[in-house]
């Protein structure tokens, strides 16, 4: 997925009725596991597919998710909204990756990247391929969707001095 991470987690943040801080939280969640690019890009050099990562694993964010919210539920309850919301920013992620990028949604059963569909190789530019592959309508229809309920509700907003 290229554009429509950040769009769908101003949609799971209006959707589940997050403002201020909430609202970051989705928006993070939603982006949180390509920061792994950063290492893709600076350490492994492209060696190792991104999706191969633990950021990318569902299973390893079940492993972290579930401590973190009984901890929070227990220990700081008026936080647990906001670990909820970023923690499924980050499984909405994994879940629109799916689509064509392959997840290993049965770790640690196996290690397979499950996915919707391929996009085929079919330009020299990876990117390319991806721009002009159907699935990127999906894209485009989350980001117009997103883009158009923001400017409808900013919009509503009354003006301020
Ligand atoms: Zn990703």
Known sequence: MLIAHLPSGYLLGRGAN???RAMV???LGSVAPDFDLLWFHLVDHGRVHHHDYYSHIPGFWLLVALPVLALLRWFAPSRLRIAAIFFAGIFLHLALDTLVGGI???????DH???LAVVPARYGNWVVSFILHWSF?????ITLLAVWLFWRDRRGRPATG
């Open 18 to 20: 997050a403002g201020g």
């Open 25 to 27: 939280a989705a928006l």
């Open 104 to 110: 290993m949604w049965r770790w640690p059963l196996d």
């Open 113 to 115: 990247l499950y996915s």
């Open 137 to 141: 309508l999906t894209e485009i229809a």
